[in-house]
Each structure stands twice: as structure tokens, then as C-alpha cells.
């Protein structure tokens, strides 16, 4: 596939990540599809460092996930290591899937002095190709050789498949006086919906946390962050989200802390945004917020209909303000609704109330807010207090052409 232009929703560039202490960085040209770019990354952490993570709910995800899924909340003091290739996602390859993660964990720890059960491996890309394992395997003593505190930016990129730029985010906060960094990348920008999406994501934190104080932390923000993106409705086999906490500030951070959540939220919250601004063909950001749902179930229920809708997200492409497609999607969603009850807005114009068009209202209005880059759909039921948020792009002809094309 050819280079893509970067996205017209891109940050102005990637950020400057901070050094985060006791995790250290490589990047390695396998050829595992691309040619002439990096594709594979390594990270390898000290000992006592923690990992924690998340991963999709696909009844068929590959044998990268499964491993990992297996190994979450191990212990070891003698550290861990992450192993992550682009260019094939190792998933539905049956046996050879398994004894390929087999395989490039014996290699890693043999090169790096870890236990097997302590490699963590990810592929993302093409599923039911064999992955030429060896082709990374060869590379692993050269990454060893090559680790680096500073090499996270150049992480996110070898991770990257039809992305148009890599993803980077961070925070510092003080915790009883010591400054605590986090540090996250992340990959995706087709394949995406909820459980989690075709998406990769790496964060690194230097507090002091215990892993299942971290666990706990993750996945209740994985559900308000990744898993409240979509691009297109597909949940992809190979999903992950690893954090890990190396515990180099000797900052002790604790499940209840407000601060670290809060500073973590909005790392994962970012990165999630990024994804979607770099959805395939996308040339629209846009968020949809849910008030007034019977419950806050219902509150996603709709969100996602309409942001999974591909009559909606063509309309947003074609700026074309159509909201009768918000009414249908709420209509057809399954959860509780009133016709008579709707309010929707487009940013702070009400467009619809009581069941009809508000008087207020007029087209030009309307297809002049729809111009904007960024939108914010908003619906409110009247039916109670539950609410959502979810955040998706348009749906353009170039995400046709992108995965049309996909295997070439």
C-alpha cells in the first residue's frame, strides 16, 4: 500500500515525551511487510516493575492477545519486556500463531536474561498470514544492543500500519512531592469500535503503584476512553493495552489516587482522540454526547447507533446538516425513547425539540456549523439522568480506497 496523506485532523506534530526512569527503548527493520521502515519495537523494563492491560472481547483474537491475556498480573523481580511488530497481527493462524509467540518470547529472554513469562508480545496488521517470526527474531539482538531511554518516539513509529502519523501523549503530576511522569503511544485508525479496536497502545508510568491497584486504574478508564471510540464499528482480534509502572520515583501511588487517575485519564483520553482523528479517510472530528437517557447504558446504546451510523457519518463528510439521520439512529438504537421528548443539538444550536424542528432553527445555520473540523452532536432523551460520550469521524470515500487496497 502507498504512503497516505497525513490526516487533515493530525496534531501539528508529535509531542515531546519525557524520559520515564527504568524502561528503556528499540526499533529494528524485520521486513515482516514493510520494506525501508522500522516495523518492529522492544521495550524492556527493570526489575519490580509492574504491567497491567486490556485487550479486545473478539471471540476470535490472535494468539499475541491470548499470551498476554495469560500472563497479566505475573510477578517477577527481575523486570519484563514488550515486543510488538507491525505488518502482520498473528491472528487466526491457528498453531503456528501460538508457536510463533512461543518462539519470539524464548528469543527475547534468552537476549535479554528475562523469563519467557515475562515477555509480552503484540502483531497488528493483516489476519490469517502466517508471521514470519524469524524475520523478528533476527533482529532481537540488535534491538537489545540498541535499547535507549529516549527511543518511545521512535517506538511509535514501528508500531504503525495504515496510521498517517504516530500517537503520543503524557502528564506529570506531583505525588507527595516527587514528580510522577507518564508517558503513552498508541497506534490505530481502521478496525475501530468499542472492545477495544484495532488499536495498540503502550503507556509507561515511574509511580510506585501495585498491580492490581494499576489493573483496576486501567480498566475502568479503558471503558470511558478507548472503549468509547469508533470509526467504523469493526472490533479488531488483536487489541492491546499495556501499561506499566516501573516504580523508579519511589512516588506511591494508590487505586483512590485522584491526581494520578485523573493525570492517566487524560493520557488514555488523548491518545483515543488521536486514533479517531486519524480514522481512515477521515476529515471530520466528532464527539457525541447522550443526556437524558433512562439509564447510562441507554445513554451508549444510542451514542453508538448514531456514531456507528454510516448514513450519519456520510452526511457529517458531505457537511450536509441532515438531522433526521440522528432521529433514525435513535430510533432504531433498541434503547428507551420518546419521539416527543428529543432535544438534539449540533454544538450549541438546537435543531430539533418536541418532536419537530425547532423554531429557531434554520439550514444555514446548520450546514454553516457543519463546515467545522471538529462537531459535537448532542441529544438529549428527557426520559431521565443517564448519559454517554463517544467519539467517532466521518465516513469518506478514501476509507473505501484504503481498505480496498488494504492487502496490496
Known sequence: MADLPVSPLAPAGFPDLPVIDGVRFATAEAGVKYQGRTDVMLAVLDAGSVIAGTFTKSATRSSNVLDCQRKIGSHSECGAAIIVN?????????RAG?????????????ETGLPAERVFTSSTGVIGERLPHERINAKIAELTQTLSETGLADAAKAIMTTDTFAKGSSAAIDVNGRTVHIAGIAKGSGMIAPDMATMLVYIFTDAKINQPDLQSMLSDLTEVTFNSITVDSDTSTSDTLLMAATGASNADVVVDSSAFKGALHGVMLDLAHQVVRDGEGATKFVEVEITGAATDADARTHALSIANSPLVKTAIAGEDPNWGRIVMAIGKS????????LTIRFGDIVVAENGWVAQSYTEDDGASYMKQQDLKIGVDLGLGTGTAKVWTCDLTHQYITINADYRS
Do not use: Y
Request: proline share 0%; glycine share 10%; aromatic share 4%.
Open 86 to 94: 507491525s505488518g502482520n497481527s498473528n491472528a487466526f493462524t491457528g
Open 334 to 341: 433498541g434503547a428507551a425513547a420518546d419521539r416527543d421528548l
Open 98 to 110: 501460538d508457536q510463533s509467540v512461543r518462539a519470539i518470547c524464548e528469543a527475547v529472554a534468552s
